[in-house]
Each structure stands twice: as structure tokens, then as C-alpha cells.
């Protein structure tokens, strides 16, 4: 198995930046596509972002322009990079790893990872 662990959560201004880990520990093995998920109170669980074992990234509109995914495979961390922080970014974001190994799609449902991690709350003041 493996265990992911978020980092980098935090207290934000509207407009600051915070930059989210995610380590990996455990059965690692960088060639699985990595996604990024959040929940805010209430909301069910949405995509956010997600990067392939190659490279490859895709955003959710709503993080488009703000918001940069990656990776560093010999450090099994992937990485959220996120600026001009809106009150509507405020949630706890997990990350994931998707199920099919050596896979490069970009899957932006729940269904499609198989291990998350606890998640790290942030919140954007207005």
C-alpha cells in the first residue's frame, strides 16, 4: 500500500499563495497519474487538478491560470502550487493516486483513485 500525507495548508489572505505537498511513503512507484481533489463543508468531493507519471497536467476551470500541479518523482511528492487564492478556494484538498498503473490519463473523477490522503485544510479570508 501506499500513504500519502499533504502538507501546506494554512490561513490565506484573498490574493496570497500557498504551496501544498504531498508525499508519498510506502509501495511507491512514480507511474501513476496524481490528481488533486478538494471539499468545502457541505460539497461533495471535486477535481482540482491531476498530472501524469509523464508530465501531462489538466485543471478544473474554477483553478485555470491559478493554480500549478507537479511533481518530483525521486521525492514521490506532487505539488499545488496556488495563487491569487479566492474566499472560494477555501476547503480541505487531498491528494490522490489513480488506480491503473503506467497510465497517462488525466482522470478528474473520485472513482478513479484508489488512495488518498487525509488532506490539509485551507482557508482564504476575504
Known amino acids: 500500500q501506499v500513504q500519502l500525507v499533504e502538507s501546506g495548508g494554512g490561513l490565506v489572505q484573498a490574493g496570497g499563495s500557498l504551496r501544498l505537498s504531498c508525499a508519498a511513503s510506502g509501495r511507491t512507484s512514480s507511474r501513476y497519474t496524481m490528481g488533486w481533489f478538494r471539499q468545502a463543508p457541505g460539497k461533495e468531493r471535486e477535481f482540482v487538478s491531476a498530472?501524469?507519471?509523464?508530465?501531462?497536467?489538466h485543471y478544473a476551470d474554477s483553478v485555470k491560470g491559478r493554480f500549478t500541479i507537479s511533481r518530483d518523482n525521486d521525492k514521490n511528492t506532487v505539488y499545488l502550487q496556488m495563487n491569487s487564492l479566492k474566499p472560494e478556494d477555501t476547503a480541505v484538498y487531498h491528494c490522490a493516486r489513480a488506480q491503473a498503473y503506467g497510465g497517462t490519463a488525466l482522470y478528474t473523477g473520485v472513482r478513479s483513485y484508489d488512495s488518498w490522503g487525509q488532506g490539509t485544510q485551507v482557508t482564504v479570508s476575504s
Open positions: 498530472i501524469s507519471w509523464t508530465g501531462n497536467t
